[in-house]
């Protein structure tokens, strides 16, 4: 059986290269693979010929749920965006501190750290603040790559931080651990990690002055002012935080509702008049190629299993010894994020925790330390969820390397912390001792 | 171009309305559950909680109750519906027990709405079949989750009733996280109230949650017990053990961890609670394809050289974990914890006839003991 599995994977292999040799996209080049292992699978009877669409179809919903985040999310920024609301809050911040350089970047990382850490997905961060911090810190005489390598490192570390971790969630309902005490294993690297990212990223001013285009820009929205830009966040986060404060009396509306909600009020206090359909056409034309990915990521994830090549990644890496394992976990981890997204948790995840557990490493803890290796991954290919949609909210034009090259000191860092919080997870269950009092 | 769009659309039709079929089927397929010689009542859940009535979240409740008057148990199988040595184990009670004294009430498909779902991302088969004298009983396959067209939105994390603690958001579907559930939360916290509401209005004595769980997992092949069940839980380990020849050691229910049915049972009600795990070699992530044959015998490649360098927690060979020997273990598990209990409070007593054990279950298989839906009177089949 085992040959056989290699047969399979050496086909979705051969077959990703190939589309990529051809000049397909990223997300054609993963469908073939896909496709072709579903059919290379069925000759093994893995799964059977009249199974390959229902796997197919299966799979493409694995993300749903996500893919209707990003799609709310990106209707709710792009109407505030049209109404000139995030330039007049660019305007207006950067005219207040950017006199205090430092205060001035930790005020910009918290406010990308919020929106990810209360829903558990960066892109939320990015997709809601990502455009204003970009102008901001352009402002503040940061470059365009600098721009998106810090908001790619922010935006991980926002998706890692607490209350909300979906890598820790998806590990503890896979292996039965409660999800409490993580607020200090994460708050306190994730706090730590943000402040000598932003710093070391944006401490020096590249260019001369400050950029004053973006400002130029406001004096044509006379009519917008704080309260028509603040007023829809004000009904997001409150939404949010409702749910958290009276759990057993607000009805669940699910993030997707929530941004929907907030786009009809942004395009109400719109100080101009907005076609709302249109915008949203073009928002969903924009967002296809990270829907495709989802979709793609998804047929990808369940043909791999039906097939059993999930099963071989799976065992080779608990079959590694665990000193080269604590080592290999710098690649590892990243590397499966770009493959399989959230997957990854699932995948290498739940039994790399298992395994560490029985060894007597402390679960909460390491698990803490491999989120904050997770959202690495997100800026490698094939996916490159969150390195993408940086590159996109910051403008930076360049080639995607020349922007990922700019994060390798944070990047550094954040693997040597996650690492060592793994190894080191003993030493350090009293971060959850102390968060759960 | 446009003429490739119009093939390519029409490829796509194709697809989906294939699968758009096999999917459809499998959600509405009827699994026919035959109330044997023992079963004296038959209600709906929504008996406990009448907003479920009419819902995807109602299900079938069977009590076979003694001539004589006794202790009460309820059966749980299917809370988690890709475990299904749970179902199998609680249709062979339903089918073939006949009870003396006491009553045993049984739910086999806990969370309905789950066992009508597929698992996204996990490449299941749609269906399983167990092989009888009469042929092929055929089940759906389904997840550990209730289906998101039976309730959704989710939230962006869940937060458990009335602890407050903060639990994934795929666990608001999971009804063994909404324990001890309230009447008007989300669907799945309903269900699991309405049963809060048939423990204490039945007054149920014990309660028996049988689920099955990887082989690399810590907590498997054991009974899950609460302080107040722990003692009981020891002793049927060590007599099944003696007995018998299996393991089925006992672990704590962890207090801090909310939302479970061996915690919050125990908790809001008198009866005593037990989670029954068995080894299910098909969950584990480090296996070949997901495949029905997997799922019945429990054998694997990956798991064998794994178990090789001892990194699984079971005793693991050749032979796998088939589904006779887990569904044999789980029967054996619950009849001793009913003759222990019965030993120790007589007044509270269970007994039942006609259930297999163990040995029995290996060595016919579990398919022996249903029955053929189409030689009994429409009025003893019952579909959910």
Partial sequence: ?437 | MIRIKIVLLIILVIILTISGFQLYHHRHYQIPIVAGPGVTRVLKLSHYLPSLKGSMADTWVFFLEGQEPGGKVLILGNTHANEPEGLLTALVIIENGQVEKGTVIIIPQFNHSASRFTRPGDGYPLFFEIPTSWGKKKFRMGNREASPLDQWPDPDVYIHYPERQLLSFLDARNVNRTWPGRPNGLPMEQVTFAAMELIRQERVDLVIDIHGAETMFPVTNCIVAPEKSAKLATMVSLTVKAMEKFDNHVEPSPPKFRGLSHREIGDYSEAMPFLLEAPIPFLDQPTGPKTERLLLDGRDPFLLRLARKKKLFVPYDETGWPMDKRVGQHLSVTLELLKQYSRRTPDRAIVIHNVPRYAEVVEHGVGYYFVNPSTVSPDKIYFN
């Avoid at chain 1, 990106?74 to 005219?95: A, N, P, Q, W």
């Avoid at chain 1, 918290?110 to 960066?122: C, E, K, N, S, Y």
């Avoid at chain 1, 690297?189 to 285009?213: A, H, M, Q, S």
């Avoid at chain 1, 299993?305 to 590694?320: D, E, K, N, Q």
């Fill in chain 1, 1 to 437: 059986m085992i040959s056989q599995i290699v047969v399979i994977l050496i086909v979705m292999i051969v077959a990703y290269l190939i589309g990529q040799w051809r000049h397909f996209s990223v997300e054609l080049s993963l469908f073939f693979a896909a496709l072709f292992g579903a059919i290379a699978g069925a000759f093994f009877s893995t799964p059977h010929w009249s199974e390959i669409f229902r796997h197919l179809v299966e799979g493409s919903f694995t993300y749903l749920d996500i893919i209707l985040v990003f799609s709310t999310a990106t209707i709710f920024m792009t109407i505030l965006r049209e109404s000139g609301g995030i330039d007049y809050i660019v305007h207006s911040s950067m005219k207040a501190l950017s006199k205090i350089r430092p205060l001035a970047l930790l005020v910009l990382m918290i406010i990308v750290l919020i929106p990810g850490a209360l829903t558990g997905a960066g892109s939320v961060s990015l997709l809601v603040v990502g455009a204003p911090v970009a102008a901001a810190l352009r402002h503040l005489g940061i470059s365009r790559p600098r721009t998106a390598a810090i908001l790619f490192i922010l935006a991980g570390l926002s998706a890692a931080a607490p209350p909300v971790n979906i890598w820790a969630m998806v590990l503890c309902a896979g292996t039965a651990i409660p999800y409490v005490g993580f607020e200090l294993p994460l708050g306190l690297p994730v706090i730590l990690l943000g402040t000598f990212t932003i710093f070391t990223l944006g401490w020096k001013r590249e260019k001369n002055g400050p950029d004053e285009v973006t400002l130029a820009k406001v004096e044509a929205f006379l009519g917008m002012s704080w309260w028509r830009v603040v007023l829809p966040f004000i009904v997001l986060f409150g939404l949010i935080l409702a749910y958290r404060l009276w759990p057993f009396k607000m009805p669940v509306l699910g993030l997707p509702l929530e941004f929907f909600l907030v786009s009809i009020i942004a395009w109400l206090t719109s100080p101009k008049k907005l076609p709302f359909f249109p915008i949203s056409r073009e928002t969903m034309a924009r967002l296809l190629p990270l829907i495709a990915t989802m979709v793609v990521i998804g047929m990808l994830q369940q043909i791999m299993t039906a097939t059993g090549v999930r099963g071989l990644l799976s065992y080779l890496v608990i079959s590694i010894p665990i000193i080269v394992l604590f080592i290999l976990l710098a690649v590892i981890i990243p590397v499966s994020e770009g493959i399989l997204t959230y997957g990854a948790a699932a995948i290498l995840g739940i039994p790399l925790i298992w395994y560490l557990d029985s060894l007597g490493y402390h679960a909460t803890v390491a698990i803490s330390g491999l989120s904050l290796l997770w959202p690495l991954g997100d800026g490698l290919p094939p996916t490159a969820l969150i390195g993408r949609l940086s590159v996109m909210v910051s403008n930076f034009e360049g080639s995607y390397w020349s922007f990922l090259r700019r994060t390798w000191l944070p990047w550094i860092v954040i693997t040597i912390v996650g690492v060592l919080m793994v190894v080191f997870s003993h030493k350090l269950s009293f971060l959850v001792r102390w968060s759960v009092g």
